[in-house]
């Protein structure tokens, strides 16, 4: 007698969880930063635990934010998503009030918290895509329109870049404009209307450039690294010797020497040649490919 036999149980499959890739990802980059933070300062004036405890402080904020916002409806804060925008804009037009923001050679990007400074222009950039993104959504059908297909965005983004570029933070409001304008070819803007932007855009920037004697000095130098290597390309020079002096394998964590004496703001904007001096050019670009796929 043929009996009938019951099927395989199926194979239990691991399913790899996004978000938890995404905290894998985040507290593997903040462990590596205050690791690499740490080494950068350690011979600073204040002390090597400064800038590390300043950090472990903005760190343990983070993580309460975090925790806060992961547990936020989005839908709930896509109906205040206009209020966000205002709040955001008069922020950034209180750095610009003498008295009121704080300059640091030469740029006001910063508010005083007490102790602490706020750069708004880093949370008016997630503010932007928000406010893009959620006015995107719901005019999908107008989108092929001139005026709330391209003008109206391009306004609302334009809002955002008009602050920061004048601090000055040119870096910032080129990655305001050009995040704004990939949204809306994401969204189905027309290239007719993106194309003449993207073309206005590197006029304005040339010409802003051009009218800058220090951005345009720095441009000049860096067209000839080793000729300016005591002048406008010094950081930059001493960054590209402190990868050569790391080479393919590395110093070594804390073994690292440009930072010391030559690299300035070693802790800050330089501190990824310190990645590269001590912990070699391979494990360098194997981190910045892994966190950018």
């Known amino acids: 007698m043929a009996y009938d036999l019951p099927p395989p149980a199926p194979r239990a499959r691991f399913v790899v969880n ?143 870049a008009a602050f920061i570029i004048l601090e000055p933070d040119f870096g910032t409001t080129a990655l305001v404009v050009a995040v704004g304008l990939v949204l809306l070819f994401l969204a189905g803007a027309k290239w007719r209307y993106i194309l003449p932007t993207i073309g206005a855009v590197a006029v304005a920037f040339a010409v802003l450039v051009i009218h800058n004697p220090n951005r345009l000095r720095r441009l000049t130098a860096f067209m000839d690294v080793e000729g300016n290597k005591n002048a406008g390309t010094y950081q930059l020079y001493q960054s590209l010797a402190a990868f050569a002096a790391g080479g393919v394998d590395g110093a070594g964590l804390g073994q690292g020497r440009q930072q010391l004496n030559f690299l300035p703001e070693a802790h800050t904007d330089m501190i990824f040649a310190v990645v590269g001096e001590e912990l070699g050019l391979w494990f360098t670009l194997g981190v910045v490919v892994l966190f950018t796929i």
Not at 144 to 159: E, F, N, R, V
Request: glycine share 10%; proline share 3%; hydrophobic share 55%.
């Open 18 to 160: 996004p978000v938890a890739i995404i905290v894998v990802c985040a507290i593997a980059l903040t462990i590596l930063g205050l690791t690499i933070l740490f080494s950068a300062s350690a011979s600073y004036k204040q002390g090597p635990y400064f800038y590390l405890n300043k950090q472990l402080g903005g760190v343990a904020a983070a993580a309460v934010l975090c925790l806060v916002f992961s547990r936020l409806n989005l839908d709930y804060l896509r109906k205040h998503v206009w209020w966000f925008a205002g709040i955001t804009l008069v922020l950034l037009a209180l750095v610009l009030v003498p008295h009121v923001g704080i300059a640091v050679k030469g740029s006001k990007r910063w508010l005083g918290l007490g102790a602490a400074r706020l750069q708004v222009s880093e949370f008016a950039k997630l503010t932007m895509v928000f406010c893009l993104a959620h006015y995107l959504a719901i005019n999908q059908t107008r989108l092929g329109s001139l005026k709330h297909g391209y003008l109206m965005p391009l306004g609302l983004i334009g809002s955002f």
